[in-house]
Every structure is written in structure tokens, then in C-alpha cells.
């Protein structure tokens, strides 16, 4: 066996050794717990301006004294399919208590959105970033990641992961923000 042969096994060795917590979560019916951690209080709050998908474009800047959700997802990512009806449910519930979901799409093009709202009719607001560049500003390296952000306009926490905005965990972070 060669050495490139040698160094593709262990590759593969440690690729399947990464993933074995998160398969074997997944086969029992569990997903993997999203992480919530705290926006760094010396981390400004990048401003953010976007199209929006048949609205008015969207500025962050406007929308101070509400607590905005931004919920950064791509149709191809199945975790973030899953989460959609419960941040629909989260828009619902809290729209009485100036809460509002702001879903960005992450560099799709158009029709592969228009598929997507085939396929899940949302009434969810969703913003644009053709380019990627409100991902990076917000340095969103893992889909679905979400954004709170407090009435005072500053970011108060980012949740990586599929979170249900519904259960116990979730009311909890947005108790302190509400």
C-alpha cells in the first residue's frame, strides 16, 4: 500500500470517527442541539441592507425598537428547511410584541427560490444576498445560523444549528430580549 493510499485511509478513518456522534444522534431520532452564544460585546453590529424576494428591501437600521430574527438558510440545506415552520410559528406568535423573522437566502438564484416557495408556501420575509456578503459581514459559516437582535439594535446572541423556535430551549434565549 502506498503512502498517498495510507493517508486517504486515515482521511476517511477520521472523517467517520467525526461523524459517528451526529449519525448516531440522527438514527435515534435526535438532531444534533444547536449552539447559542452570546454576541461578543466588543463586536459591533454590522448594518445590513438587503432585497428582499417580492417586498421593499430590508435595512436592519429601520427596524430598531423591534427584535429582529435574522435566519441565514440555502433550500439545499435540509436542517434549515426544518426549522422554517417553526420560525413561521415564531413570526406569528410574537408579531403583538414587535418581533419580526427575517429569512436571508443565501446565494441562490431566483428559480431555485421560486422552487423552494413552491414547495413550502412561507409568509416569512425573505431577504437576498446574491453575493454572500451579508454571510460574511455576519461571519455566518454554518447553515441555518439566526441572528437576534435586540430592540436597541445591537446583536444579542447567534444560534448554528436547527433550532425549534417553539420549544422550551428557544423561549428561554428570547425571553431576555422580548
Same mark, same amino acid.
Given at each position: 500500500?502506498? *503512502?498517498? /493510499? @495510507?493517508? !486517504?485511509?486515515?482521511? $476517511?478513518?477520521?472523517?467517520? #470517527?467525526?461523524?459517528? %456522534?451526529?449519525?448516531? =444522534?440522527?438514527?435515534?431520532?435526535?438532531?444534533? *442541539?444547536? /449552539? @447559542?452564544? !452570546?454576541?461578543?460585546? $466588543?463586536?459591533?453590529?454590522? #448594518?445590513?441592507?438587503? %432585497?428582499?424576494?417580492? =417586498?421593499?428591501?430590508?435595512?436592519?437600521?429601520? *427596524?430598531?425598537?423591534?427584535?429582529?430574527?435574522?435566519?441565514?438558510?440555502?433550500?439545499?440545506?435540509?436542517?434549515?428547511?426544518?426549522?422554517?415552520?417553526?420560525?413561521?410559528?415564531?413570526?406569528?406568535?410574537?408579531?403583538?410584541?414587535?418581533?419580526?423573522?427575517?429569512?436571508?437566502?443565501?446565494?441562490?438564484?431566483?428559480?431555485?427560490?421560486?422552487?423552494?416557495?413552491?414547495?413550502?408556501?412561507?409568509?416569512?420575509?425573505?431577504?437576498?444576498?446574491?453575493?454572500?456578503?451579508?454571510?460574511?459581514?455576519?461571519?455566518?459559516?454554518?447553515?441555518?445560523?439566526?441572528?437576534?437582535?435586540?430592540?436597541?439594535?445591537?446583536?444579542?446572541?447567534?444560534?448554528?444549528?436547527?433550532?425549534?423556535?417553539?420549544?422550551?430551549?428557544?423561549?428561554?434565549?428570547?425571553?431576555?430580549?422580548?
Amino acid at each position: 500500500m502506498s *503512502a498517498e /493510499q @495510507r493517508a !486517504a485511509g486515515r482521511r $476517511s478513518l477520521l472523517a467517520a #470517527a467525526a461523524l459517528a %456522534p451526529l449519525v448516531g =444522534a440522527q438514527a435515534q431520532g435526535d438532531a444534533p *442541539a444547536a /449552539q @447559542r452564544r !452570546a454576541w461578543p460585546a $466588543s463586536r459591533p453590529t454590522p #448594518a445590513l441592507e438587503l %432585497p428582499a424576494w417580492e =417586498a421593499p428591501p430590508f435595512r436592519l437600521a429601520d *427596524a430598531r425598537g423591534q427584535v429582529v430574527v435574522l435566519n441565514f438558510w440555502a433550500s439545499w440545506c435540509e436542517p434549515c428547511r426544518a426549522e422554517m415552520p417553526s420560525l413561521e410559528l415564531l413570526a406569528e406568535r410574537h408579531a403583538g410584541d414587535r418581533l419580526q423573522v427575517q429569512a436571508i437566502n443565501h446565494r441562490e438564484t431566483d428559480g431555485a427560490i421560486r422552487r423552494f416557495l413552491a414547495a413550502w408556501p412561507l409568509t416569512l420575509n425573505i431577504l437576498r444576498d446574491s453575493d454572500g456578503a451579508a454571510a460574511r459581514a455576519w461571519q455566518v459559516r454554518v447553515f441555518p445560523s439566526t441572528v437576534v437582535i435586540g430592540r436597541n439594535g445591537r446583536a444579542a446572541f447567534t444560534a448554528t444549528g436547527e433550532v425549534d423556535w417553539g420549544g422550551r430551549e428557544a423561549r428561554q434565549w428570547l425571553a431576555g430580549v422580548l
